[in-house]
Structure formats: structure tokens, C-alpha cells
């Protein structure tokens, strides 16, 4: 016997998501969350980050990231202190476990594009900015 109260689960199509800018200081293009398609454990949205462009150093208190280049080069510095720098190109991929605070950056001339995974439908509920940084760890972008 079917429930015809019950609603059942059912995909959902997203085409050119809106921009908004997130706590981090950067721009993204929504995708999957639970605000565009009713989703209960993960987000996924388009990053495009300019030229030069800098997040503010922040974590997530609460869910993990995924991360992959689409197109150009960036750095992250990350740690507790932001003490590592690691730079990535189109066609890697990034893992940031919850709780580890990272600055993405670009220092290159042509912008980034990657997508960007959560476990977090509310993507921006858990993203702690952090207000005080060791001064050493946001010294000037390295070259890459």
C-alpha cells in the first residue's frame, strides 16, 4: 500500500546558479544545497576566483570540503598557525578536513575556476572566520 501523504524523493536539475558572496570574502556560483534542491548532507557550488583574489583565513566548524581545479593555478595556506602553503593546478583536488583553518589565494594573473563540495547542505552555517592570524603566516603569496 502506497502512503499518498508521503513525498517522494526525486532529482533535481540546477542550470546557471547565483552568485554570493560567502563568509570568506570570495564568490561563488550556488549549485546543490539545501536551499536549491532540498539537499540533507552535502553542497556543491562553482568557484571563480579573480586574479589576486585572497579568502579571509576561516574553517568549517563542522564538515569536511572537497575541492577540484577546473581551470588555472592558486595556493592555500593552512594550519593551525596557516603555517604550510601547497599550490594546486587544473586537474587537482583538495581535502579539508572540518576544523583546519586555510586561506585559499590566487597569485597568479588569470583567474581559478574549481568546484567545491560540502558536508554541509547550509554550506555558509558553519564557516568560522578566524579575526586573529600569526602575522608570519600571511606574509605575501608565494610564486608559483
Known amino acids: 500500500m502506497i502512503d499518498e501523504n508521503r513525498q517522494e524523493p526525486r532529482c533535481r536539475f540546477i542550470r546557471g546558479g547565483e552568485a554570493f558572496r560567502g563568509k570568506q570574502g570570495l564568490d561563488y556560483f550556488s549549485g546543490i544545497s539545501a536551499e536549491t534542491a532540498g539537499a540533507k548532507g552535502l553542497c556543491m557550488h562553482l568557484l571563480e576566483m579573480p586574479a589576486g583574489a585572497e579568502a579571509k583565513p576561516h ?29 594546486v593546478s587544473a586537474g587537482d583536488f583538495i581535502y579539508i578536513p572540518a576544523g583546519v583553518p586555510h586561506q585559499p589565494f590566487n597569485p597568479t594573473d588569470k583567474p581559478v575556476r574549481a568546484v567545491i563540495a560540502r558536508t554541509d547542505p547550509n554550506e555558509q552555517e558553519s564557516v568560522v572566520v578566524l579575526d586573529e592570524v600569526d602575522e608570519g603566516a600571511t606574509s605575501a603569496p608565494e610564486p608559483i
Open 59 to 87: 574553517y568549517h566548524e563542522a564538515h569536511e570540503s572537497a575541492i577540484f581545479v577546473l581551470e588555472g593555478s592558486a595556493a592555500m595556506r593552512h594550519g593551525p598557525n596557516l603555517e604550510h602553503t601547497d599550490h
